[in-house]
């Protein structure tokens, strides 16, 4: 048994995350209709998940598994979060292809394929710039406030339902966003919206147009004959009712009515369209209807909701509709084919038909937004891949989200594929367990997680929300000990450490806050929007209150610093990533939009910026989106300006070696950059990851060792000063155990116990204990668990020879000795350090506190209940 760790177990942080308002896949690209046939593209099965949220933010989450596999325990994981403007709210979220006539149809769109729109409530229009994290162009609806936005299947148009009664469908040919028509007024507000199955063009009206003009060349005849058209799309009103609309010109042709409750109308808050042109709509009534658009008659209704129905998602083949909405019932429709006999009489046929399948609650609070991976396209069957027949078919995932605040991913796969021949080859790319249909599968959350710092000498914790930061100082030490490598029956979960809130602000911010640090010594506080960053000196009063006094300065140092090197007026002083330096005297700032890493001195009377480095800049190092070694070799002058700039990237995660020379820094491109902080140069580069890290941190014992965790929690390890991996590191991961790296969520931190100084052992009369070195606790938003580094190589039946080849080892597996322990019931873990020897601080904030502030859940009890 290891030694017991006094552990402070803190919930008086009251972080409160952002409900979810709305979710967006990428849309995949139409399919050629020259019959080009092009290679398929593995290196990314699954697309970005975009997640709009109440204050304004969206994050984006990228899938964790590295390039050739389709399964990953860790699923879609928080990659960069786009701050909102302050004030502001995300309402709808649109992706569309940037240049989608030069995309190729087999290939899954990354991140910087896209294109990204959002609304908030207002009539202003948003487009993000991705690279940057920043608002890109804005545009107004021209008709009050926007309630929809959808773009079509060829991410050419998006369409803007307004509160005026008018749909306005705005050009998005050539990366441009422009007006291009406005449709007939109409009295009521268009709630929701949805585009037709496009229709390729006539072969004849194609040749007409390629040789009706002379002057085309045949290169853009070759264009024109790959052209989709759209004909009509459908919108849901305030006024009880969905049109159909004439793209062409702008009018309704069809009106279809629903139904009344009590003489009020009928809000239709979501629509969609399938390929063979059916259209669903969910309302207030909690009513999920199907129409035929040929006719716009309704084909089938069913009450299937208690209230209403605020989201629709489609599968992938167009065989399953799933809704949900204010009484978190998730809702599957299944589409029942025409049986294959034949029979003379007419009344014995039975026509193929909709039906309410299943149901199940995976949230607590109201569903806001559905969204389906892969993406369903409403084209013609004719037109679809068609996988082969020993190809493994992918189960469909179904993101949910909500006011509960987080994200529930589950295996969706139509129940009547599970008779099929594909179902033995039906792969679940979540791992949770074999079965994939939605009734039976098990869901998988993404867990919310906060942005802390903790301070060890000066025992503090700080929290930033959305416009302010909280600080807290930890007291005592807790009663009982706890140990932290296995589950301890005794923990008692209401155990409360003494703790006192010694400083409270709220800041005049453009954005939300983004990226904060507290110094060791608890002297340096910093804190940052996407626009502005702000140094806080803080210091106790005799009285035992902090005081915080902004240090004015720092935003003219910045700004001067920044238009000294990019020769142009800095838009943003901001910064995405900050550290300190383990003495405290510097202060490391990686800038948000410029890419800038900046070295500051706090040691003397004001800030000093003493170097800057752009080698996150830098695009001579990057071929096909992989780092070649030696381009930057013998260029140690940051402040020199590198040739092919690159228009940005985030700078992601940062460490300082535990003695203060080494400083690595890495990006969403994969990079990482080793700095000596002793002559302040850039050093080296190491090779590139398939994942960007999402965490980084040095060994207390042998600081040129660096270890990078990324999202699927493999651990890269790194010399620093020699710049590769070592021997022995390359085949750590095959040695981790499995618990390990199937962990449902990734890695969020690692924490070192630090050793006992003699000073330390005179002031409290304790004995050094008998730690190991290296021991290191690895924690994530519901688990933790102790690794040790062995140095020694401890394999049971190994020679000592043999021992010496292999160095460090994962114990916790030790081939099938024992399992690893992992504690879980810690959970969700927000922050975790050592503030001294055996003794620990873990921040957590349980779901249910969290919930207890939202407005009670909706309930309508059944016919004789109370």
């Given amino acids: 048994m290891s030694r017991p760790v006094a552990v402070h177990r803190c919930r008086f942080v009251d972080y409160t995350p952002s409900p979810i308002t709305a979710l967006a896949f990428p849309p995949l690209p139409l399919p050629s209709l020259k019959g080009k046939k092009r290679e398929r593209d593995s290196k990314d099965k699954f697309g970005t998940l975009g997640v709009g949220h109440a204050n304004g933010n969206i994050d984006l989450l990228e899938w964790t598994a590295e390039e050739g596999e389709t399964q990953a325990s860790q699923a879609w994981q928080v990659r960069k979060t786009l701050p909102g403007p302050c004030p502001s709210k995300v309402d709808s979220l649109a992706f569309t292809l940037r240049y989608p006539d030069m995309f190729a149809s087999d290939i899954i769109p990354a991140c910087s394929d896209l294109r990204l729109f959002s609304s908030g409530g207002g009539s202003e229009l948003l487009e993000w710039d991705i690279s940057r994290s920043c608002v890109r162009r804005t545009i107004s609806s021209q008709g009050g406030a926007i309630w929809s936005i959808a773009a079509n299947p060829a991410s050419t148009l998006l369409a803007l339902g307004c509160e005026d009664g008018s749909v306005r469908l705005l050009s998005l040919v050539a990366d441009t966003l422009q007006h291009h028509r406005r449709f007939d007024r109409i009295k009521s507000r268009i709630l929701s919206i949805a585009w037709g199955p496009p229709s390729p063009r006539p072969p004849k009206q194609r040749m007409a147009k390629k040789t009706g003009n002379g002057t085309d060349s045949d290169e853009d005849s070759d264009d024109d004959e790959d052209e989709w058209t759209d004909t009509w799309l459908v919108t849901g009103g305030s006024d009880s009712s969905l049109r159909k609309w004439d793209v062409a010109t702008g009018r309704s042709t069809d009106r279809m009515g629903t139904d009344k409750m009590k003489g009020e109308r009928t809000l239709v808050w979501t629509v969609g369209v399938l390929a063979d042109g059916t259209i669903v709509s969910g309302d207030s009534l909690g009513t999920v209807k199907f129409w035929d658009s040929m006719t716009c008659t309704q084909t089938c209704s069913y009450p299937a909701h208690g209230a209403d129905v605020l989201c629709l998602a489609i599968g992938p083949e167009g065989t399953s509709v799933f809704s949900s909405g204010v009484d978190q019932k998730i809702v599957l429709f299944s589409y029942v084919p025409t049986p294959p006999e034949t029979s003379s009489s007419v009344l014995s046929s039975t026509p193929a038909r909709w039906i309410q399948s299943a149901s199940r609650r995976v949230h607590s609070h109201d569903v806001r937004c559905l969204a389906v991976w892969p993406p369903y396209s409403p084209i013609p069957a004719s037109y679809k891949r068609k996988p082969s027949a020993n190809a493994t078919y992918v189960a469909p995932i179904l993101a949910s989200g909500g006011l509960d605040m987080s994200i529930a ?184 939009i410029t890419s800038l890493i900046l070295i500051i001195d706090l040691s003397s009377e004001a800030p000093i910026i003493l170097r800057t480095f752009n ?252």
């Fill in 409 to 592: 991913l589950t295996p969706a796969l139509p129940a009547s594929m599970t008779s099929s021949s594909i179902a033995p080859r039906v792969l679940n790319p979540l791992t949770t367990r074999v079965t994939t249909t939605f009734e039976d599968s098990y869901y998988r959350r993404v867990a919310y997680t906060a942005s802390m710092c903790v301070s060890r000498r000066a025992r503090l914790v700080a929290s930033i929300h959305d416009t302010g930061v909280n600080v807290w100082r930890v007291l005592g030490i807790p009663d009982s000990d706890v140990i932290v490598d296995g589950v301890d029956p005794s923990t008692d979960p209401e155990t409360r450490t003494s703790w006192e809130k010694v400083l409270e602000m709220e800041l005049n911010v453009r954005t939300n806050l983004i990226a904060s640090a507290l110094s060791d010594d608890g002297r340096w506080l910093v804190v940052s929007d996407l626009y502005e960053a702000k140094l806080f000196e803080l210091s106790f009063n005799p009285a035992g209150l902090l005081k915080s006094s902004r240090v004015r300065a720092f935003a003219s140092i910045l700004e001067n610093r920044i238009t000294a090197q990019s020769s142009q007026k800095p838009i943003s002083t901001g910064g995405s990533s900050f550290t300190f330096t383990p003495d405290s005297s510097k202060l490391i700032m990686a800038s948000a």
């Fill in 615 to 866: 080698q996150h800049c830098n695009a001579g190092s990057i071929t096909s989106g992989r780092v070649v070694r030696g381009i930057n070799k013998g260029n140690s002058d940051g402040d020199e300006q590198l040739v092919g700039v690159i228009d940005s990237v985030t700078i992601m995660k940062m460490a300082v070696s535990p003695d203060g020379q080494w400083l690595a820094t890495s990006d969403d491109l994969c990079r990482i950059f080793i700095f000596n902080l002793d002559s302040i140069q850039h050093h080296t580069t190491l090779p590139s990851l398939p994942l960007p890290p999402s965490v980084l941190v040095f060994l207390p014992d042998d600081p040129q060792i660096l270890l990078a965790v990324l999202p699927n929690n493999t651990i890269h390890i790194f010399h620093a000063e020699h710049g590769e991996a070592p021997s022995w590191g390359r085949e750590f991961n095959s040695r981790l155990p499995k618990q390990f790296l199937s962990a449902p969520d990734p890695v969020i931190g690692v924490a070192f116990e630090p050793h006992h100084s003699p000073s330390d052992d005179e002031m409290t009369g304790i004995a050094p204990p008998s730690t190991k070195p290296n021991e290191a606790i690895f924690w994530g938003s519901s688990w933790l668990c102790k690794l040790e580094l062995d140095w020694e190589g401890k394999y049971t039946g190994q020679s000592r020879k043999r021992r010496r080849q292999t160095g460090p080892v994962a114990v916790g597996e030790l081939a099938s000795e024992r399992k690893l322990r992992m504690v879980t019931n810690y959970r969700p873990i927000l922050a975790l350090d050592f503030l001294g020897p055996g003794e620990l601080v873990l921040v957590e904030r349980p779901l249910a506190d969290v919930l207890s502030k939202l407005p009670p859940a909706f309930f309508k009890p059944k016919y004789g209940q109370t």
